[in-house]
């Protein structure tokens, strides 16, 4: 066993059989898709709202986009599954009211999928709090040994002072739960931000700041420079110069390498029949290149659902020179209870709090 494989929450173990790819690419796409209850909102879309999710999820599954988050998936997702043929889909949490509006389809699948509420919310203008709003995470699985967190997430709407506070809070509550959760982990964020980097107050910058990622857009289309002036997309949008409030960032990490190659509005992509618009927002595709590290491989997860997550993942990839192993440390009687390592330059990882699993 090298110390290289011991990286993540639970143990890893070694990978055996075929050799993986250690190179690929995939593409994501957000996408509000307007599914408020048509007498609550029209969301300025014409037509009739079952047959427009119909078509929506038609073109998911034309256009095959790897990992679609969706915003206001509310009360006409049944449609959207209907014509939507993604081999992995998340359950609905339930209508305007009752659920977050917040799905994922993919052609990989996942594990660790969870639902958590905002902290704060404002009735200020929009109504926010009437159904409980938040973020998703799940652990995707693009590929052998490639493990990407993947965020979705919806903050609060508008410009009035209780929505300014919430969704700064929102923003924050992401970003701490990427320190936590995702400590060492390539990362994706997209979703509906409700922000624009000229909303200064929001700060969207946390996610590089504070998460260390990347927003494609600035990257690749605006030239690495963060805008301080507002430029609006119309709909569809003609350009990928202008903003919008739905955002992408992205970050790698010492085991996968990714690189943000393309970023598009797909608006023109996404019409009715008739030419009309599908949503009142410019979905976002965005490509992406990943390569595994020369010096570390990762090993699918495995373990109990106890514990809190760790990684020693940040520690090993900051030293230079061998990560030989000189001692691998067991604890425990009926139950195992700590793995340690010790490298040969005297570095000692220990787990604690493993899942209580009983020795075999
Ligand atoms: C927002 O409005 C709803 C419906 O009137 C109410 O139930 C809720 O308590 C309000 N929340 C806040 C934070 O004002
Ligand atoms: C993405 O991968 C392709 C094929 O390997 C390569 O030609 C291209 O330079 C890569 N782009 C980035 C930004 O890494
Ligand atoms: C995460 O998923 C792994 C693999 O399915 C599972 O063993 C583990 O219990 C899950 N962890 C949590 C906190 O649910």
């Known amino acids: 066993m090298r ?22 690419t995939f593409d994501v796409l957000t996408i509000n898709v307007a599914g408020l209850p048509a007498i609550f909102n029209s ?17 998911f599954s034309e256009y095959g ?4 988050n969706m915003q206001e998936d509310f009360n006409y997702h049944a449609y959207i599954y209907e014509t939507d043929a993604h081999p992995f889909r998340t359950p609905t949490s339930g209508g305007a009211a009752i659920g977050s509006g917040l799905n994922t389809v993919a052609n990989f699948d996942w594990i660790n999928f969870s639902r958590t509420k905002w902290n704060t919310c404002s009735n200020d203008s929009g109504a926010d709090c009437l159904t409980p709003k938040g973020f998703t995470f799940m652990r995707v699985n693009v590929d052998d040994g490639v493990w990407v967190d993947v965020y979705n997430l919806h903050t609060d709407a508008g410009t009035a002072a209780g929505d300014l506070t919430a969704r700064n809070s929102n923003l924050q509550q992401v970003a ?3 320190d936590t959760w995702s400590k060492g982990n390539a990362v994706l964020v997209f979703g509906d931000t409700n922000s624009r980097y000229t909303r200064t107050s929001d700060q969207i910058r946390v996610f ?28 569809p949008s003609t350009t990928n110069y202008c903003e919008t409030v739905d955002k992408v960032f992205y ?3 010492p085991v996968v390498n990714l690189a943000a190659t393309e970023f ?7 019409l009715q029949a008739d030419g009309n618009i599908l949503s009142d927002h410019n979905p976002i595709r965005v490509n992406f290149n990943w390569s595994l590290s020369n010096k570390f491989r990762q090993s699918n997860y495995w373990g109990g659902p106890h514990g809190t997550w760790f990684t020693d993942l940040p520690t090993l990839s900051g030293k230079s020179g061998s990560l030989k192993t000189s001692k691998i440390t067991f604890r425990g009687g009926s139950r195992l209870d700590s793995v340690g390592l010790t490298l040969a330059d005297g570095t000692a990882l220990r787990t604690e709090e493993l899942a209580a699993r009983p020795l075999l």
Do not use: H
Request: charged share 15%.
């Open 3 to 24: 110390a290289s494989q011991i990286i993540s929450a639970v143990l890893a173990t070694t990978t055996t059989g075929v050799l993986a790819a250690t190179s690929g």
């Open 43 to 59: 969301n300025d879309v014409p037509g009739d709202k079952a047959t427009n999710a119909r078509t929506i999820g038609a073109y």
């Open 65 to 68: 986009y790897d990992i679609i």
């Open 176 to 178: 701490d739960y990427i």
């Open 208 to 235: 590089s700041t504070q998460n260390g990622m990347t927003d494609p857009w600035v990257q690749l289309v605006r030239g690495g420079v963060v805008p301080t002036t507002e430029t609006i997309c119309a709909n």
């Open 251 to 253: 970050r790698g990490s």
């Open 264 to 270: 598009s509005y797909e608006s023109s992509k996404f």
